[in-house]
């Protein structure tokens, strides 16, 4: 039996496909199993995967019906003692695996992840990273906000389904989290703080799309709090809180949205005032004043020229 079963659920993703398989078969941790979940695609996928010689690869196939669905098709078919979850788009550090399986071996840990750099849709990185050191009992924080931040980041004792169940199937949109938050009630997490997952961020990723992205979130939080204890339910103010805040940031960086981003700022103070005193509160403040006082065109001037500034400092230091 394999030590690992790595699930790929794929939906017309080879694009990206062959290069997030190279990046499992090149791990330094060998003793694994990858199951690839053809979850109705309708591209080359089942001719490429016969030409695929490594007999630790499996490609299974289905009719189409969603990431948490393939997901739970990877879990029935895996064999390892531990499971690795990675999305078709994504790759890992050769040395992920290995990293990994070491924590799981000497700790009671039931979940562990590392670090991840955003990578876009050429698989370049762009300079944004999802670090956090939280680990142990992490569940109150967690529920406030997915420090994981990504489905391909994880791996998984394979005795925490058994406990908790699989992936909603019902969910399509922040099923991770689900996830996540149900193991974290029950198992102590760890993280391996190193860049070792690549997640790829795509240009589609447009307002209506992160819309979306909200709705399925609310409905995530709304099924998990149905069951907190009273004396936790101020945490679900947290949550929105952060939910608005990390809005706020996309809208402002990546979509250049900024009336969306001030109101996003706007709902995440009236849900959880605190977050504005907190650093990262601090500093989107004062980008939101900076865009009150001087306008979006200045604001945008401003911030090209601090941008130049700090890419300047770094190759002189």
């Known amino acids: 039996m394999p030590k690992v079963s790595v699930v790929i659920p794929s939906y017309n993703a080879m694009a990206y496909l062959p290069k997030t398989l190279e990046s499992v078969l090149q791990q330094t941790f060998t003793d694994f199993e990858v199951l690839i979940i053809n979850d109705g695609s309708s591209d080359s996928i089942v001719q490429w995967a016969t030409s695929i010689t490594d007999p630790r690869v499996k490609l299974i196939s289905q009719p189409n019906q969603g990431v948490s669905v393939a997901r739970n098709t990877g879990i029935a078919h895996a064999q390892g003692e531990y499971i690795a979850f990675l999305d078709a788009d994504d790759f890992w550090d050769s040395t992920k695996l290995a990293k990994q399986v070491q924590c799981l071996d000497n700790t009671e840990t039931g979940l562990v992840y590392t670090w991840t750099s955003l990578i876009n849709s050429s698989g370049k990185p762009i300079n944004r990273f999802f670090i956090s050191h939280t680990e142990g009992n992490v569940w109150e924080e967690i529920v406030v906000e997915d420090f994981i931040c990504n489905g391909s980041?994880?791996?998984?004792?394979?005795?925490?389904?058994?406990?908790?169940?699989?992936?909603?199937?019902?969910?399509?949109?922040?099923?991770?989290?689900?996830?996540?938050?149900?193991?974290?009630?029950?198992?102590?997490?760890?993280?391996?703080?190193e860049l070792l997952t690549f997640y790829r961020r795509h240009s589609n990723n447009a307002t209506s799309t992160r819309l979306k992205v909200m709705q399925g979130i609310h409905r995530v939080t709304e099924k998990t709090f149905q069951s907190v204890p009273l004396e936790l339910l101020y945490l679900r103010n947290r949550k929105y809180g952060v939910l608005f805040h990390n809005e706020a940031w996309i809208a402002l960086i990546e979509e250049k949205n900024y009336q969306r981003a001030?109101?996003?700022?706007?709902?995440?103070?009236?849900?959880?005032?605190?977050?504005?005193?907190?650093?990262?509160?601090?500093?989107?403040?004062?980008?939101?004043?900076?865009?009150?006082?001087f306008g979006i065109k200045n604001y945008v001037g401003m911030r090209n020229i601090i941008t130049k500034m700090k890419k300047l400092a770094l190759k002189q230091s």
Request: net charge positive.
């Open 153 to 193: 980041s994880a791996m998984v004792r394979r005795s925490c389904f058994d406990t908790v169940g699989v992936f909603e199937p019902g969910l399509h949109i922040g099923e991770d989290i689900d996830m996540w938050t149900r193991i974290a009630a029950r198992y102590p997490f760890a993280v391996v703080k």
């Open 262 to 293: 001030i109101e996003f700022y706007r709902q995440s103070f009236l849900h959880y005032p605190q977050i504005v005193f907190s650093r990262n509160g601090l500093n989107l403040s004062f980008r939101i004043l900076l865009l009150r006082l």
